[in-house]
């Protein structure tokens, strides 16, 4: 996908995606001459279609998880399916403050650990001692997490 | 505004999103996860009830019996069965590294299945918006096939079985994830409705590429008539595996194993 600024007859730069969690996805995109912004703002059906085929808008900005397309859109996955949020609960790494496990908690526990290795992996290579709602929000909107 | 403009090709900056580049990362996946796998067998088979995941529980079982390393991967996400037929339904699947590590059933075989991931009783059923799931119930039931390949630590295996659901849709996805396509082992029982299904399923095999093992008649013996198994290996010109009574003796395991474990 290329957006084309029609008046400076130049390509438009990827700028930021958004997945606000509500199905529907926003893709910012730049003109390098000019600066003007446009939007691609896709509805749920267009959304899913994409996500359907395990590819990201914008371009991956963490490696592939796991059967991240099965749990990540399977609905009727078990909670207690994989041992990974048990093991990752042990394992060394930076700190949840009880907020942010409260937040976690809240994630359906099919994809519960998958979430927590992507959060716990971003403190990890930013250098953040303690995964707090704000970390999350920040992580969820530099790695394009819909609804994490 | 200009009159006209440039289209998609005209255009020669990368593109971000380098959708055709994720779609090759993914095969490239699939083949790297499967280079340690020396054969991949589908299970397929035109009808449903045939028991094809019997015929594939009981062929790993006796492939492993033998002393080969077996898998089998159930593709048959809306009717799982594999992974209680070699009793490995209940096990939680750890994840290790970027693989999910499939568990250990029956004889050492490992298996993947929905059925070890679904709520019990529950049908699988996709996150989205209503009203639209047919649209892309198929693309995301695909990209789950990719993943129980390309993210299963599958390691060293002799044979991976892939039990297909009924029909040759799975097939066909399946033959395009693969780096190449699999050896194909048809299943029918001795009817001749059974035989025309199959026979669809084997041409569809044939014309995608698959290599054509041979076919299992099941359920010999008993009330269903006819001779498909027969049939459909002079038709097609290939082997009659085995056929299998309602309850085969261990014996009948083993042979199958044999002629399988012989094949190139």
């Known amino acids: 996908m290329k957006f084309l600024c029609i008046e400076c007859d130049r390509q438009m730069a990827f700028e930021e995606r958004r997945l606000p969690g509500d199905g529907t996805l926003a893709v910012a995109f730049r003109c390098p001459a000019c600066g003007r912004a446009v939007a691609l703002l896709a509805n749920p059906f267009e959304t899913q279609l994409v996500s359907s085929l395990g590819v990201v808008i914008g371009g991956r900005t963490v490696p592939p998880q796991p059967l991240e397309t099965v749990r990540g859109m399977v609905a009727t996955g078990k909670d207690d399916a994989f041992a990974d949020a048990a093991e990752r609960a042990a394992a060394p790494g930076p700190r949840w403050s009880p907020e942010a496990e409260e937040r976690l908690a809240r994630v359906p526990g099919f994809v519960r650990g998958m979430v927590k290795r992507i959060y716990a992996d971003y403190a990890r290579e930013h250098g953040i001692a303690e995964i707090t709602p704000a970390v999350m929000d920040t992580a969820r909107a530099a790695l394009g997490l819909e609804e994490m | ?264």
Do not use: C
């Open chain 2, 1 to 264: 505004m200009p009159g006209s403009f440039r289209t998609y090709h005209d255009l020669t900056d990368a593109d971000r999103s380098g959708l055709p580049e994720q779609i090759g990362a993914q095969r490239a996946r699939v083949a790297a996860r499967l280079a340690g796998v020396r054969r991949v067998v589908a299970v397929m088979s035109g009808k449903g009830g045939v028991g094809k995941s019997f015929v594939a529980a009981g062929a790993a079982r006796a492939l492993a019996q033998s002393g080969r390393a077996t898998g089998v991967l159930d593709a048959d996400f809306a009717g799982p069965t594999a992974a209680r037929l070699l009793g490995a339904r209940g096990a939680r699947l750890r994840v290790a590294g970027d693989a999910v590590v499939p568990a250990p059933g029956a004889d050492g075989v490992v298996v993947i299945s929905m059925g070890q991931l679904l709520e019990d009783g529950r049908p699988l059923a996709f996150r989205g918006p209503g009203g639209a799931d047919h649209v892309w119930r198929e693309a995301l039931e695909a990209a789950a096939l990719r993943e129980f390949l390309a993210d299963v630590a599958w390691g060293a295996l002799d044979v991976l079985f892939v039990d297909l659901p009924p029909g040759i849709a799975r097939f066909t996805e399946l033959v395009e994830i693969l780096p190449a396509p699999p050896q194909v082992l048809t299943v029918t029982i001795p009817t001749p409705e059974a035989r025309d299904a199959v026979r669809r399923a084997l041409r569809a095999a044939r014309e995608r590429g698959g290599t054509l093992l041979g076919v299992v008649e099941n359920m010999v013996g008993g009330p269903l008539a006819g001779s498909a198994g027969d049939e459909l290996a002079a038709e097609f010109g290939i082997p009659l595996l085995a056929r299998l009574p309602f309850h085969p003796p261990a014996a009948a395991w083993q042979a199958l194993a044999a002629r399988l474990g012989g094949a190139p």
